[in-house]
């Protein structure tokens, strides 16, 4: 059983606009954590958020944890060729186990 | 600096044969973690190992085994190869046992049964 939805599921835009891709689940997490995995590639962590609330930042990307710590969102400012990817959230219910989303496929064109 | 290896990158199996896929990491970390990534699905996790000696259903277990050899290795053996098992599978370590640590990804295995 999915227990995390990502929407939405692929997204194609242009280069030097924002986006959200969102991360939703009826169960609370310990943290979450959002990963990008390029073709032929495992993924690879972009941030892990622990605190209901908790806002990061990583450059041009945004990552929120929602207050109930169930939700996550991940915001791009002026999306780069270069961000193209397959966006994953991961979720961790306080065991050793990491859930992961459906994901959200990105592609930005020049 | 190798990080997690997966072996073999490629196999292509007959309905019904077996399969060891391996996995080693080489950063000493405590768990590690197998996952299939199918299209639309994201990873969904099949068994996991929080240490060595450990080992634990995940989401999608059935028609596999592991083995957790050592520290460094943890392996996935279909013993009867189904179409259904038809993906990329990932193997995963994580060195920090309270919150969630990274993961450390291998470049994964490409499976398909016919």
């Known amino acids: 059983t999915q227990l995390l939805e990502q929407s939405p599921q692929f997204l194609s835009i242009q280069e030097g606009e924002n986006l959200t891709v969102y991360c939703n689940s009826s169960s609370v997490f310990s943290s979450l954590q959002w990963y990008r995995q390029e073709p032929g590639e495992g993924p690879v962590l972009l941030v892990t958020v622990v605190t209901g609330g908790e806002v990061k930042k990583l450059k041009r990307l945004t990552f929120q944890f929602g207050d109930a710590r169930k939700d996550s969102s991940l915001h791009i400012t002026a999306a780069q060729p270069g961000d193209t990817g397959l966006y994953l959230c991961?979720?961790?219910?306080?065991?050793?186990?990491?859930?992961f989303g459906t994901g959200t496929r990105l592609k930005v064109l020049a | 600096n190798a990080g997690v290896t997966q072996t073999p990158k490629f196999q292509v199996l007959k309905t019904g044969q077996s399969m060891t896929l391996q996995c080693a990491q080489d950063m000493n970390h405590n768990s590690m973690y197998w996952y299939r990534q199918d299209p639309g699905m994201g990873l969904r996790l099949i068994y996991y190992?929080?240490?060595?000696?450990?080992?634990d259903k995940g989401e999608v277990p059935n028609g596999y085994n592991v083995s957790r050899l050592n520290k460094r290795e943890f392996s996935l053996r279909l013993e009867s190869a189904a179409p259904s098992q038809t993906s990329v599978y990932f193997c995963a370590s994580s060195g920090q046992n309270i919150y969630a640590g990274e993961l450390f990804f291998g470049e994964g295995s490409r499976l398909t049964v016919l």
């Open positions: 190992s929080a240490s060595e000696g450990t080992t």
């Open positions: 991961a979720g961790v219910p306080g065991t050793y186990k990491y859930i």
